[in-house]
Structures are given as C-alpha cells and as structure tokens.
C-alpha cells in the first residue's frame, strides 16, 4: 500500500504563455489607472488672482450706477438702430421725427451720464459663469445708450450747436476711458475699445461738417492727448477671465454644462480628468501670454515673446500628443491662447485710435491755414500742429501718412506697412481689422 513518501513529488510550476499575459496585462492596468488617477499638485497662482477687492455700489461706482438708470431705457429696436447708424454715417437723410422718437423714455440721459462720470469709483463686476458672461458682459444697455449719446451729439451737430455736440463728445470720450480703465473681463475691455472707437468716429463726424472753431478743435484735441490706461486694465481683465476657468473646472462636473453650456470646456469635459495639470498649464501660459503686453515689438516674432513649447501633431510626437494623460486638459488650455494670440495684437489698437486722432486733428488744423491743401509727410506738421509724431503701438516707429489716399495707418497686427484698405460699401472712418488698420479723412460719396 502506497504511503505519502511513495506518492511522486509534483512537478515545478512553471509560467505559461496564457499566464504570462494576464500578469503582463494587469500591471499595465495598473499602470494605466496609476497614470490616469495621478494629478499634479497645485501650484501658487496668487499673482494672477483679481487685484480689486473693493466692494462697490451705485452710489460710489459710476458703472452700476448707469447700469441701473439706463437698464431701464427702452431698447432700441434693430431696425431704428441701424437706421439711425445710416442716419449719422450720411447713407440716408437725417430724421428729425426718428430721432425725437428715440428720445421718448432717455429724457434723463444725459443727467445720469454726467453724474455717473463723477463718480469716484468705476469697476465692472467680475463674472463667473458663462451665464454671467451672456448676461453681463455683453452690456447691451451700454452700448445701445451710448450709441444714441453720439447720435444726439450729431444732431446738434445738424442744428449748427457745435459747442453742445463738443461737451457731449468728450462726455463719451470719458465714458470709453473709464470703460476701459476699469474692466474686470475681457469682454468689458472690448466693451470699453469699442466705445472709444464710437467717440473718435463721431469726432470725425463733427469735424466732416468743417464748421468747427480753433477753440472747439483745440478742446476735441485735448481729449486724444492722454493714452488711455490699457495694459494695466487688460492685465486685470485676464486675471478675471483666468479665475472664470478656475471656477469652472472647481465645479462638480455635473454642474459645468449648466453654467458652461456654451464654453469650450463643455466640449472636453468628458475626459477632463486632471484639474490641477490643467490649472498649471493655464497660469503658466497666462504668465507667458501677459509679458510685454501692449508693448510695442520691431519684428512680429518679438511680439510674441517667449513662445510657450508647442504639442506637434506630427512624425513621431503623434504617439506623445494623443496618448497625453490630460489630452482634453490641455487643449483647453491651448483653445482659449489660440483666440488670445490674435486678440493681443488686435487691441493693441486701443492706443492706434487716439494717437492717430492727433494726427487728424493736426491736418485739420493745417488745411483751414493751407487753403484746404494737405501736407506731403507728416514731419511738416511738427513742430507747430503737433510736438512729434505720434508712434505706431505695433513697433514704435512713427505713424504713416498716405497721401494718395488721405489715410493715417500703421503696420498692424501683421507687423507689414501696408496702406489700409476701405471697402467701397463701408461707410466708416477706420478701417476694419487690425491686419491694416488706419483711418482717413473722407468718406467716399455715398451710393445714389
């Protein structure tokens, strides 16, 4: 009978194939999860935080102050605006029955501009949602009311009541100004550009009438003198717009579609997994984007500064680009910097207005002594119409003049020293986009 010390011992165990797999397997599981799961830790950002802390109300800020006398204007409808836009750009003739019917309900206008300009304190609020954003930031109110602001300036304008047209000019000067000096978003930035180009386009209004005295002209110059306080208000417009991705990737992710229904993160959320990676990515190219900003550069290349390292889709990067750990994370990131790329350079424009509202003033100071002739170089306007000639905020050399076309230009967002191009259509003083920006003397006659 059999024992145990009879009984063969069992064979040694050796890997299979099939066994080899399954461990080999697991482990890069694991190692998959492990990549997946890791976040970076979350570094310091306190420089990029709002700067603003105060708390303001409608009897110290001018802003919310006129955000609650005219959000209760009635709204201009889209067929009176752009009627009264034709109106003031000479497509149609001037509407007297148009214009007193816009003024029903805005008889106190000009009273609360004046007493929102006189307030200490002008701050947007900060918006955190893109709910907010819509709400907020577009400021239909604001524009709209603005709008007719210079279209009541045009009228009296019509009325030969030059010096009335002139304080309401400065008034919506001052307005763009403190828009801008005073933005808590990059929209509100926008906002505040787009009142100043209103303003310097109703100067140019006014001026077209050339019935305008050297004290009314010398008081319209005053106002494009002092550059306007852009790159510190755009450096704190983009500090709120950095703490609109914080909140956003701090929420429960069942919340952002919500609030962000129609922001770009929407789109990535899904696969959104490292929300500390991401928010370094984001300060760090913030930090990059903010160097030199609004500052004059030679070379296009120097205007962008240091170039932060490029994810190629190409050649052996495609292996590293799409089996990046927080691929969605950083396109985000690399999505809002495509649209700053272009906008850095586009608002630089901020500066271009006023400075190239010198030089218009300046030749129409030098025509009503030349017999309405123009000069051939705007160096014959220096010393006595202006103290130098303004520079180009693109690369910081002087400011060009074209005779031929009568148009003051720069070189643009392109860094090229292109004369501007007006489309025969557009009945505007300035030249759209920034690629060739300019502005010019006349408008071309309008269409029959």
């Known amino acids: 009978m059999p024992t145990d010390r009879n009984v063969p011992a069992p064979p040694p165990q050796h890997w299979s194939v099939k066994k080899l797999t399954l461990w080999l397997a697991g482990m890069l599981l694991i190692f998959i999860v492990a990549i997946l799961a890791y976040d970076d830790k979350l570094e310091p950002y306190e420089d990029l935080m709002p700067r603003r802390t105060s708390v303001p109300d409608s009897t110290t800020n001018g802003y919310l102050f006129l955000r609650e006398r005219w959000g209760k204007f009635p709204e201009i409808s889209m067929d009176e605006r752009t009627k009264a836009k034709k109106m003031q750009a000479g497509l149609i003739a001037w509407d007297e029955s148009l214009f007193e019917k816009l003024k029903i309900g805005r008889e106190t206008l000009r009273a609360d501009l004046s007493a929102a300009l006189a307030m200490p304190e002008w701050l947007t609020p900060p918006t955190h949602t893109s709910a907010q954003i819509t709400a907020e930031n577009l400021r239909v109110w604001l524009i709209q009311t603005a709008d007719f602001v210079g279209l009541e300036a045009y009228a009296a304008a019509q009325q030969a009541a030059f010096q009335n047209a002139c304080v309401i000019l400065a008034d919506l ?4 100004a403190r828009q801008v000096a005073g933005s808590s978003s990059l929209m509100d930035f926008m906002i505040g550009r787009s009142l100043q180009q209103s303003a310097a386009s109703l100067c140019c209004d006014l001026l077209s009438f050339g019935k ?3 004290i009314q002209v010398q008081s319209m110059s005053a106002l494009w003198n002092a550059e306007p306080v852009a790159g510190p208000a755009l450096e704190e417009a983009m500090r709120g717009e950095t703490a609109v991705l914080r909140t956003y990737l701090s929420m429960p992710r069942s919340e952002r579609y919500t609030a962000f229904s129609d ?3 929407a789109k990535l959320d899904f696969f959104l997994l490292k929300t500390n990676q ?3 990515r984001y300060h760090r190219r913030m930090r990059e984007w903010l160097k030199g900003l609004l500052q004059p550069a030679s070379t296009l290349e120097d205007a962008k500064g240091v170039k932060f390292p490029a994810r ?6 495609k292996i590293s680009y799409y089996f990046n750990s927080n691929f969605s994370g950083d396109e985000l990131v690399e999505s809002v910097f495509d649209g700053l790329d272009y906008l850095k350079h586009s608002m630089t424009g901020v500066f271009f207005t006023p400075r190239a509202m010198q030089v218009r003033l300046a030749l129409y ?3 009503a002594a030349h017999s309405g002739e123009l000069p051939r170089t705007l160096e014959m306007l220096v010393p006595e119409y202006l103290e130098s000639i303004p520079s180009d905020p693109w690369n910081g050399k002087p400011l060009m003049w074209d005779l031929a076309s009568e148009s003051i230009y720069a070189v643009g967002s392109d860094w090229k020293p292109k004369v501007p191009f007006f489309s ?3 009945r505007a003083w300035f030249a759209e986009g920034y690629e060739r920006p300019g502005l010019r003397l006349h408008l071309a006659a309008p269409p029959p």
């Open 212 to 214: 305008l005295d050297g």
């Open 278 to 280: 991401t928010q370094n």
């Open 424 to 426: 025969p259509a557009q």
């Open 312 to 317: 190629s889709k190409d050649g052996i990067n």
């Open 365 to 367: 100071r030098w025509q």
């Open 263 to 265: 922001g770009e993160g």
């Open 173 to 176: 000067h001052k307005l763009s």
